[in-house]
């Protein structure tokens, strides 16, 4: 494995117009930016969206090629703070197919909402809620969808490792978005409910500190260091895991009911 990083940061700066990789580590070998015009449907005030980009999305590679060695992809994403309508700037719901994926936040201040799979319109589905800052990171379970939201003042800013060989998929057919919207309500951040998922009545929040000792990651340096310095750390992407019995065992407090 070739070394990398001289220091426990990331060579990645956060800019008010994206993120900026050190060339003699990274190479980016594709970035995208979301405007609005391609988010509308997923807000809840889809009228009142003006034209700019809401967030970008990296996909880098290493010159030592640790990430391909390792069986993983490395992908970034920066959310820029903004407030869209009456929601906090958003990502699309991405699912993640065949394999988990670990995503870390390595700037600012956002929270990832977690939705399991679809289930029967007779069964209730609980999302998941975590606060996401610098050093929480957190995996979304095979058939998972996960969403990330800006709620400060800075870039929201993550990375994410996931399997070589999972696709690019973006959002469920129905296109509905998350089930949970985040909005600007006198000064604080308001969770209510997205009224097409008629079987959500609740959500939980995940502990940020414990959810990684239930999947084996270590507190210290980014996974992208991990990766680097330990080779083949997350293997367990390939293993059959109980998602459920570690998503609710990392739970914290009760569950926070909606009004019906």
Request: charged letters at 20%; a neutral charge.
């Amino acid at each position: 494995m070739g070394h990398l990083f001289t220091n426990a940061a990331l060579p990645i700066v956060t800019r008010e117009d994206g993120l900026e990789f050190d060339r003699s580590v990274f190479v980016v070998s594709h970035e995208q930016s979301f405007k609005t015009k391609m988010l509308r449907r997923y807000y809840l005030n889809a009228l009142t969206v003006f034209p700019k980009i809401i967030y970008k999305t990296y996909w880098v590679d290493d010159f030592y090629n640790n990430f391909q060695q390792g069986g993983l992809k490395l992908k970034s994403t920066v959310v820029f703070p903004d407030i869209v309508g009456i929601e906090f700037a958003k990502t699309k719901t991405v699912v993640s197919v065949d394999s988990p994926r670990l995503v870390e936040c390595i700037a600012g201040m956002g929270v990832a909402i977690l939705q399991p799979p679809e289930p029967a319109l007779t069964e209730e589905m609980v999302p998941f809620i975590v606060e996401m800052y610098p050093g929480v990171k957190v995996a979304v379970p095979p058939q998972w969808g996960y969403t990330l939201v800006n709620i400060g003042r800075e870039p929201l800013a993550t990375i994410e490792l996931l399997h070589k060989d999972q696709p690019i998929h973006i959002t469920y057919k129905d296109r509905k978005g998350a089930p949970l919207y985040l909005i600007e309500r006198n000064g604080s951040v308001e969770i209510v409910k997205n009224s097409q998922y008629k079987n959500v009545q609740k959500y939980v929040k995940l502990d940020p500190n414990e959810f990684p000792k239930r999947i084996s990651v270590m507190d210290g340096p980014t996974v992208a260091h991990q990766v680097c310095e330990h080779g083949l750390c997350f293997t367990w992407f390939e293993n059959k895991m109980d998602w459920q019995d570690i998503m609710y065992s990392s739970v914290t407090g009760d569950p926070v009911s909606f009004n019906r």
